[in-house]
């Protein structure tokens, strides 16, 4: 398996266009998350799925922000619309099974909102 | 990825030697905890892990030494190495959580000097 996917690595956009950030997940894996990783902040959970199903997204900082999972091998994240705010570099993760297991990450797609 | 940058405190160490990378976490209540290794611009990665009912863990040259009355995680790398120097962090994941929810901890800076 290659592992988690993102897709692009970068972004750069403008003040109020729709961005969109997909993922692939590792095949198999039950759980898929998205964080945002910035300067001030670190790495903050936006959200997580359980078999596609949204389970949590009390970590989704705006209505301008959602996800989904459409199936169990993609998933998306955008944010319409963007804000400079928003610049960060966002990762997808994904692990096997609830309980102690270790999530394994994307590279990242890091997004530039001028 | 985006390490957090600027605002990270950061070890400095020469190469050869051993490096001790702590961290301490708050909830009483978590029962996993995972050290996480992040090189510029890759994501996070799994390098060790620990349930709370050990006190210490090894690996190939890493040791996890958990101290649950103080609530302290350490991690330490024997003989390091230039291929050691990313950004650390600490994850922990509370008992009973379904989800699989990492909390991330702030993360440390590690600069090996050849």
């Known amino acids: 398996d290659a592992g988690v996917i993102q897709s692009p690595r970068h972004e750069v956009t403008e003040m109020g266009q729709e961005v969109t950030l997909r993922c692939k997940p590792i095949s198999g894996h039950d759980y898929l998350f998205w964080y945002r990783q910035t300067m001030m902040r670190g790495l903050e959970l936006l959200i997580y799925?359980?078999?596609?199903?949204?389970?949590?997204d009390s970590g989704m900082p705006e209505d301008r922000f959602s996800a989904k999972m459409p199936n169990a091998s993609f998933s998306t994240l955008k944010i319409q619309p963007s804000e400079p705010r928003d610049s960060a570099v966002y990762f997808c993760a994904s692990s096997l099974v609830a309980g102690n297991t270790e999530a394994f990450f994307g590279q990242g797609t890091r997004l530039t909102v001028v | 990825g985006e390490n957090v940058g600027l605002h990270l405190p950061t070890l400095s160490v020469q190469e050869g030697d051993n490096s001790i990378i702590n961290c301490a976490y708050s909830n009483s209540a978590s029962d996993y905890f995972i050290w996480y290794k992040q090189e510029s611009g890759k994501g996070p990665q799994f390098i060790i892990d620990i349930r709370s009912n050990m006190d210490k863990r090894q690996g190939q040259r890493v040791t996890v030494l958990l101290n649950k009355t103080v609530k302290h995680l350490s991690l330490q790398i024997a003989a390091t190495q230039p291929g050691d120097s990313a950004v650390y962090f600490c994850a922990e994941i509370p008992i009973n959580n379904a989800g699989n929810m990492l909390t991330f901890g702030g993360g440390t800076r590690l600069m090996v000097k050849p």
């Open positions: 799925f359980n078999n596609n199903v949204p389970i949590d």
